[in-house]
């Protein structure tokens, strides 16, 4: 018999705080009194709407975002809160997270945009797949429009109709709506430091030096180090064996931060890899999900010249 995934996905629309708060009143209350982590990651008004309701409780509220938020990744946004809610929840200790995206997304321009909501919340239905969370996604009924009812109906499995969440027969699958909404590119950060070409498995060892090279001189920790050649490598492998075979390695470093890309010619035959946990007797499909547990950011995107995967690290 399979197990019902305990994580959950809703959203609501709201017209004014208190009408929010009333709606998810049940779910609210119940997480407080259980003792569950619940995070809100919402603006001033919505904060002081919880505390009134919540009073003396609302101490067991962590205000913020769970994962720091990157506007131009909604897959990092995924991955680094499940990385973290993943460290903070178990079979005895459940979450739960109130989003708005006006406070998660960040002041870039790309962040108020329904597509790019979208790749979050797609990428969250991957990323948080089998962890004890429910995820709320706010939005304020001043802001829906067209573009935003299609990020709202494909992206969540449950909608809030007044106070009680029913399902939603628009929801799409996660692979649907990352297939429809392509990732964006990442910012251009003019010209590489350094630039080398890789060709065939053989070429890994070489990889590997230059990245531990380029880890070193920006000034990582040798924990760093060894997590970036293992990420790299990683990436490279990944590239030589599923793409074209060879492809191009380009780094921008400075100290304290390092930045690599990896380019080649072949186009993903997925979506958004890396973002599932791999089933833990797999041998396979850990490249790139480890990878992304060893960055800041790692952001993968196709175009007309190939696929390209952007690591980021700091010190």
């Given at each position: 018999m399979t197990t019902p995934d305990p994580f959950r996905h809703l959203a609501v629309i709201y017209h004014d705080a208190d009408d929010l708060v009333a709606t998810i009143t049940p779910l609210l209350d119940a997480a407080v009194t259980r003792g569950d982590l619940v995070w809100a990651a919402v603006d001033h008004p919505l904060r002081e709407a919880v505390?009134?309701?919540?009073?003396d409780r609302a101490r067991e509220v962590v205000f913020g975002e769970p994962a720091r938020p990157y506007t131009y990744s909604g897959q990092t946004t995924a991955?680094?809160?499940?990385?973290?809610?993943?460290?903070?929840?178990?079979?005895?200790?459940?979450?739960?997270?109130?989003?708005?995206?006006?406070?998660v997304g960040g002041?870039?321009?790309?962040?108020?945009?329904?597509?790019?909501?979208?790749?979050?919340?797609?990428?969250?239905?991957?990323?948080?797949?089998?962890?004890?969370?429910?995820?709320?996604?706010?939005?304020?009924a001043a802001d829906v429009s067209d573009d935003t009812d299609r990020y709202l109906h494909w992206n969540h499995p449950e909608l809030f109709v007044g106070t009680t969440a029913s399902p939603n027969p628009r929801y799409r699958s996660p692979d649907e709506v990352l297939a429809s909404v392509p990732a964006p590119p990442a910012p251009p950060l003019g010209p590489p430091s350094e630039q080398a070409t890789f060709t065939g498995a053989r070429a890994l060892r070489g990889v590997r030096q230059a990245t531990r090279r380029h880890g070193e001189e920006a000034g990582l920790s040798e924990e760093?180090?060894?997590?970036?050649?293992?990420?790299?490598?990683?990436?490279?492998s990944n590239s030589v064996e599923h793409g074209a075979g060879h492809g191009t390695l380009s780094w921008w470093t400075r100290p304290g931060r390092i930045v690599a890309q990896v380019h080649?010619?072949?186009?993903?035959?997925?979506?958004?890899?890396?973002?599932?946990?791999?089933?833990?007797?797999?041998?396979?499909?850990?490249?790139?999900?480890?990878?992304?547990?060893?960055?800041?950011?790692?952001?993968?995107?196709?175009?007309?010249?190939?696929?390209?995967?952007?690591?980021?690290?700091?010190?």
């Open positions: 505390e009134r309701h919540l009073g991955a680094r809160r499940a990385a973290r809610l993943r460290e903070l929840v178990d079979d005895d200790r459940a979450a739960l997270i109130l989003s708005d995206s006006t406070t002041s870039g321009p790309q962040s108020s945009a329904p597509d790019y909501w979208s790749v979050v919340d797609a990428s969250c239905n991957l990323a948080l797949a089998g962890l004890p969370v429910t995820l709320i996604c706010l939005c304020a760093q180090v060894d997590g970036l050649v293992l990420a790299i490598g990683e990436l490279v080649d010619v072949g186009h993903m035959t997925g979506t958004t890899p890396g973002l599932r946990r791999p089933d833990v007797r797999s041998t396979r499909g850990r490249g790139v999900w480890l990878a992304r547990q060893l960055s800041d950011v790692l952001h993968i995107w196709s175009g007309a010249d190939g696929t390209h995967v952007r690591l980021e690290l700091g010190a």
